[in-house]
């Protein structure tokens, strides 16, 4: 099978490295891809996930068997009901499924008509209403969440009423919002795979959000991340399971909801149990980059038993022993600002297979240099017996990135290791 992986970020390096590695993969191909996909694929620059006759015409040209989207924008857009009308096969959700992710307002009526637990939530779309009712609960945690995608930075958790009112009312001047109750607790990402019908859950994976050491700071994508997490043992993914992922697949499919691609719930651990934060209909990014270094089964074989509607019979998704980590490696401003373009200098090798570094937004100039896209440029992942030692391989690695303005997070899945 060739398979096309569309995105260009860390997510889509890791898929590719793995894919190359998969016994029923005969191509991997990228578009457009970065610096570091074309070390495991072939890089399709010419591809632009905004104009979906370039994905087209790159699946007839390279005569692609399947196409996996890394990114959720295209999937928002509608990618796949558009593969699917050219008879090209694709994995992930069409438009309408879509919206678990790309309308928080969609995936709040969702989990409440089914009742599963997730925070208490208002809608609002005007600013006097939204208001009035922030007003009310002056003194209290919120979180104010824009409904439509917004890369991470689209939530702002706080008890200062003043600044709720300021971000709720840039937010309303072009969506609408949620109010949600703050859960106190700590986070878990588990990613269910699909074939539409049946489901497989992978690992446990949680990211680091925030920008700053002890988690303070801003949210960003994720700074770091680890699979699998120490605190989920058996009982709590039994729980999470029969409490979260059966019945939220059996509510899609009773919904015509359902999908064959990846169904991402971002969990908040509570005192009274876990609580659905977000759906996302694609994989993490950075969780991906030590999932995929953490999962025994061959991802092209999941893969095509996804798109043949076969997961029931595909072998487990079983997990190695061991942990992993991974560090982000960002550029100087990131998030409030991107400053692109740094030259890379050269990586020395790495010492062994136990570490390996995703290039997450990098391009190569015309003199095959390697500079900075901006942002989240890199993910250096170690593995190991324990998280210590999978952290120790990951800052070793993460300290071989070199260029102007690049720092990392030192103290990733220190909390978990205590
Ligand atoms: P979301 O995009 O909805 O996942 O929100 C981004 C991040 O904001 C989450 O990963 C949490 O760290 C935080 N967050 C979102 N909703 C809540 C909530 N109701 N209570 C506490 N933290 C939240
Ligand atoms: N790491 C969070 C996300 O991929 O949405």
């Known amino acids: 099978m060739k398979v096309l992986i569309l995105g260009s970020g860390g997510r889509e390096h890791a ?5 190359a590695a998969s016994r029923s993969v005969t191509g991997v191909f990228v578009g457009p891809g970065n610096a570091g996909t074309m070390q495991v694929g072939t890089n399709l620059p010419e591809v632009s996930l905004a104009s979906f006759d370039t994905i087209e015409a790159a699946c007839r040209q390279n005569g692609i068997d399947c196409v996996f989207v890394g990114p959720e924008t295209p999937l928002a857009d509608g990618v796949v009901d558009f593969l699917a009308s050219r008879k090209i096969a694709a994995i992930g959700p069409g438009e309408r499924a879509a919206q678990l ?3 928080k307002a969609f995936s709040k009526a969702f989990l409440v008509r089914n009742n599963l637990p997730t925070a208490k939530a208002e809608e609002f779309s005007e600013a006097a209403p939204f208001e009035l009712y922030v007003r009310g609960q002056a003194g209290r945690r919120l979180v104010v969440k824009k409904s439509g995608l917004a890369a991470g930075k689209g939530v ?3 008890s200062d009423t003043a600044e709720l009112l300021a971000f709720g009312a840039s937010v ?6 949620l109010v949600e109750e703050f859960l106190e607790g700590w986070e878990v990402s588990i990613f269910g795979l699909s074939d539409g019908t049946d489901f497989v859950v992978l690992p446990p994976c949680t990211d680091f959000k925030k920008a700053h050491e002890g988690d303070s700071g801003p949210n960003t994508g994720g700074m770091g991340s680890i699979c699998p997490v120490p605190w989920v043992d058996d009982g709590l993914m039994q729980r999470i399971r029969t409490a979260i992922l059966a019945p939220t697949y059996a509510a899609l499919q009773r919904e015509g909801l359902g999908y064959a691609g990846i169904l991402y719930f971002g969990l908040m651990i ?3 149990g876990p609580k659905v934060l977000e759906f996302n209909v694609r994989f993490g990014d950075p969780e991906t980059q030590v999932l995929l270094p953490m999962l ?4 092209g074989e999941l893969f095509e038993a996804m798109a043949a509607g076969r997961l029931a019979g595909a072998a487990a998704a079983f997990q190695r022993p061991g942990a992993a980590l991974g560090v982000v490696i960002a550029s100087r401003g990131y998030p409030a600002s991107t400053e692109k373009g740094a030259r890379v200098e050269p990586m020395p090798a790495l010492p062994d297979s136990e570490s390996v570094i995703f290039h997450a937004s990098t391009v190569r100039d015309t003199a095959g240099r390697v500079r900075t896209g901006g ?7 170690g593995t190991g017996r324990d998280l210590a030692e ?9 300290d071989t990135v070199r260029f102007d303005g690049a720092w990392c997070r030192r103290d990733i899945g220190r909390k978990f290791m205590a």
Request: hydrophobic fraction near 50%; proline fraction near 0%.
């Open 270 to 272: 509570t005192a009274e």
């Open 390 to 398: 999978a952290a120790s391989r990951a800052y070793a690695a993460a």
């Open 101 to 103: 992710e790309s309308s």
């Open 375 to 381: 942002g989240r440029c890199f993910t250096a992942v």
């Open 172 to 177: 309303l001047r072009e969506d609408s919002l």
């Open 156 to 158: 702002l958790e706080s």
């Open 296 to 299: 025994g089964a061959d991802l």
């Open 15 to 19: 898929l590719a490295w793995k894919l």
